[in-house]
Each structure stands twice: as C-alpha cells, then as structure tokens.
C-alpha cells in the first residue's frame, strides 16, 4: 500500500491525513507539492491511519513545522497508531510536537 494524503480545512486549520506507508522520499513528492502551494500554516497531521514510516516521514514533518514556524503558524500531531508512537518515542520527536488524541484538543493548542 502506498501513501495517500487527504486534505480538508476546518475553522483556520488544515487538517492533512496521511494513510499508508512512507518508505521513501518520492512517497512524499505529492505531500511537499501541497506544503508548497500552503496558504494556512496551522496544520494539523493526522497520523491515525499511517502504518509506517521511516526517516523521510520524520524529515518531512520536520520541515513542516519549520516552515510553518517560519509563516506564524504550527503544526500539531493527531491520532499517533501504536508503531509510529514508538519511533516518535525513540527519536524523541513526542517533545517536538503537540500530539493529540482529538480536533478539539488540537483547536486548544491552536489558541494557547
């Protein structure tokens, strides 16, 4: 199964759901094309239905948040499956990102 990426905007915030795997950098091609073309930086990656990743995955988030730094916003992490929260655990990227279990936590983080 490959990486789909489905998009919908809710209040001020984009919500960006990554369903599948991310193996390599060309799995992400479609997802840096939409960051590219962003006009909201508050973003919110639901990771729910994302079975793997590996470092790619982890740069691209990176650079995600970065960028929306850069434009005022932030991005927050929504729904973490079990296999990813462990290699969120291991490369320590739980104290980088506000993870959350829901929308409304997420719009929470948004006003802090």
Do not use: C, Y
């Given at each position: 199964?490959s990486l789909?990426i489905?998009?919908?905007?809710?209040?001020?915030?984009?919500?960006?759901?990554?369903?599948?795997r991310?193996?390599?950098?060309?799995?992400?091609?479609?997802?840096?094309?939409?960051?590219?073309?962003?006009?909201?930086?508050k973003?919110?990656f639901?990771?729910?239905?994302l079975?793997?990743?590996?470092s790619s995955?982890?740069a691209?988030l990176?650079?995600?948040?970065?960028r929306a730094r850069?434009?005022g916003?932030?991005v927050?992490i929504?729904?973490?499956?079990e296999?990813i929260?462990?290699?969120?655990e291991?490369?320590?990227?739980?104290?980088?990102?506000?993870?959350?279990?829901?929308?409304s936590?997420a719009?929470?983080?948004?006003?802090?």
């Amino acid at each position: 199964m490959s990486l789909s990426i489905h998009v919908k905007f809710q209040d001020d915030f984009k919500i960006i759901e990554l369903d599948g795997r991310i193996l390599s950098e060309v799995d992400l091609e479609p997802a840096h094309r939409l960051l590219d073309e962003n006009k909201t930086w508050k973003l919110v990656f639901d990771l729910s239905k994302l079975k793997h990743t590996n470092s790619s995955g982890i740069a691209f988030l990176v650079k995600s948040m970065t960028r929306a730094r850069i434009h005022g916003g932030e991005v927050i992490i929504l729904k973490v499956g079990e296999g990813i929260k462990k290699l969120f655990e291991i490369t320590k990227m739980h104290e980088v990102f506000p993870i959350v279990e829901s929308l409304s936590e997420a719009k929470s983080v948004f006003k802090q």
